[in-house]
């Protein structure tokens, strides 16, 4: 088996890194693939785009602001029959990118959310929670038989819940230009007050 982790910024090199250390790892060979010159955790082979994208399963470890970008450029060479993750800190966007770019007959696709990070975790990720979203019975089963460890199934009550080293970009979103070249707001406060933050750019005045 193989598992890939496509982008290996500060999260995705240590995903990665937690990936290579689990004892699975043993039986698994954990792949990753960077645009970027990064230093390559221990345990974790580099490959190319293609290779990395043929791992059984597959980790988007990349900004939430280039993932749809990333999803219609790489979709058609993603291994067919594969289980694909994302890790975005937000689920709507991502969740409908995946739905609208890949086949959900021909990929197992699943929204995850690590309630954790680089700092968070920096003394291991053992009990630290890992949130998937919207998953189907089929895509839960196909889950469980990877027999991965470290991921619970439970009905959680209703909560509210602030994780540590969350931050502040969650809430105010981002905005990025569309076809006609425009800055639109697509989440957060970015979006909500888009038509404000598009308004008349401001000026200087100097005496």
């Not at 994208?53 to 790489?74: G, N, Q, T």
């Not at 770019?101 to 920096?122: Q, R, T, V, W």
């Not at 006609?180 to 598009?198: C, H, P, Q």
Request: proline content about 3%.
């Amino acid at each position: 088996m193989q598992i890939g982790v496509y982008g290996l910024g500060r999260f995705g090199s240590f995903w990665a890194s937690m990936l290579a250390r689990h004892p699975f790892s043993s039986e698994a060979k954990v792949v990753g693939y960077s645009r970027s010159n990064h230093k390559l955790p221990f345990g974790v082979e580099a490959v190319s785009e293609d290779e990395v994208l043929s791992s059984d399963i597959l980790f988007f470890c990349v900004a939430i602001s280039s993932f749809e970008d990333v999803l219609k450029r790489v979709s058609s060479r993603i291994k067919k029959g594969a289980i694909v993750l994302d890790t975005c800190s937000v689920k709507t966007y991502p969740t409908m990118w995946m739905q609208n770019n890949l086949n959900k007959d021909e990929y197992c696709l699943i929204a995850s959310h690590p309630m954790f990070g680089p700092d968070s975790a920096k003394n291991g990720i053992k009990g630290l929670p890992i949130v998937l979203c919207k998953i189907s019975e089929d895509e839960r089963q196909a889950l469980l038989k990877e027999n991965l460890p470290g991921i619970i199934f439970e009905t959680l009550a209703k909560r509210r819940q602030y994780i540590n080293s969350s931050w502040a970009s969650y809430i105010l979103g981002y905005a990025r230009s569309n076809d006609d070249g425009e800055i639109t707001g697509e989440m957060g406060v970015e979006s909500y007050f888009n038509n404000e933050l598009k308004g008349t750019n401001g000026y200087t005045e100097y005496e």
